[in-house]
């Protein structure tokens, strides 16, 4: 992948668009088109604008990797790299087996995070091994040394909330509510941007409905409130159980739809499955 001065010239390549419960992003097939870009995070800004560009969630670019099967590159509408997103490799899942870039269903794709490992199902679904949820508070990162970080009260804006902290490769902060109508765009970037967190951190409100049902909204830290949040459902699910508010498998309601996650008692990894769907294909030269 070429990276040469993208003040040079027009930025031209194919892409599509996808999105996994309303979480949308542009994605590049990069081992095909030629990136001619040295600033990936103003390309990035460019073509998530909602009126200006293609419109999405942020950029996602497939790429060769030497320790799994693809490598998935990520950045934010803001131009910032994200180490995951459930929502995004579900789509990059279904991606690279619909256009035959492999014959294999069970998939490995590196991201910042790690190897994550999807399944394409026979319904159209694709399932996701997230892998094991990080707890400790400096490994979050969280400027709170403990061991796990469940209910922890913080300062907002002269007031106290609760917030159990889980990282599933990227940070999270969950809170509960018992109204889904609150000012988020006030509250989401309070939190986002507090000190306690150096690499900033995407929050949950969660809703329990039941022991197997909870509704959810998100602020993703570099894209503000979005349709659903793949890692943040599973998040959601792992902080609902470690205040023994569900069980392990649980239905989350995003404002795009259904996730269902499973964090399963005996190997301790977090399992989500949701859909994943292609909208349009184009040409971007902007």
């Known amino acids: 992948m070429r990276l040469p001065n993208i003040g040079k010239r027009k930025h031209r390549m194919k892409f599509t668009k996808m999105e996994g419960l309303g979480n949308d992003y542009v994605y590049v097939n990069a081992l095909e088109e030629d990136i001619e870009c040295d600033d990936l995070p103003a390309l990035a ?8 560009g293609v419109g999405s969630d942020g950029l996602v670019l497939i790429m060769g990797s030497d320790r799994a099967d693809f ?8 131009g910032s790299e994200a180490e995951m997103c459930g929502n995004a490799i579900r789509c990059v899942a279904r991606y690279v087996y619909e256009k035959g870039l492999t014959n294999q269903r069970e998939l490995e794709i590196e991201t910042l995070a790690g190897i994550i490992r999807p399944a394409i199902l026979e319904n159209g679904l694709v399932r996701v091994d997230m892998g094991e949820p990080i707890l400790n508070g400096n490994d979050i990162p969280s400027l709170i040394d403990k061991e796990r970080v469940v209910g922890e ?8 909330m609760e917030f159990t902290l889980v990282s599933m490769g990227n940070p999270h902060a969950v809170t509960f509510v018992d109204d889904m109508q ?28 039941g022991r197997d049902e909870v509704s959810m909204r998100v602020w993703e830290r570099g894209a503000g409130e979005t349709m659903a949040c793949g890692t943040g459902a599973c998040a959601a699910v792992v902080a609902t159980c470690l205040n023994d508010l569900t069980d392990r498998v649980v239905s989350v309601h995003l ?5 269902t996650i499973d964090w399963d008692g005996e190997s301790n990894r977090v399992y989500m499955t949701g859909p994943a769907t292609f909208v349009f294909e184009g040409e971007y030269n902007g």
């Open 255 to 259: 404002l795009g739809g259904d996730l």
């Open 182 to 209: 609150f000012d988020i765009e006030t509250i989401g970037p309070r939190v986002e941007n507090h000190r306690l967190f150096p690499n900033r951190i995407n929050t949950e409100f969660i809703d329990v409905l």
């Open 71 to 78: 490598r998935m590159k990520m950045l934010n509408s803001d």
């Open 45 to 52: 800004r460019k073509i998530s604008d909602r009126h200006f």
């Open 153 to 160: 009260k913080i300062a907002i804006d002269g007031g106290e």
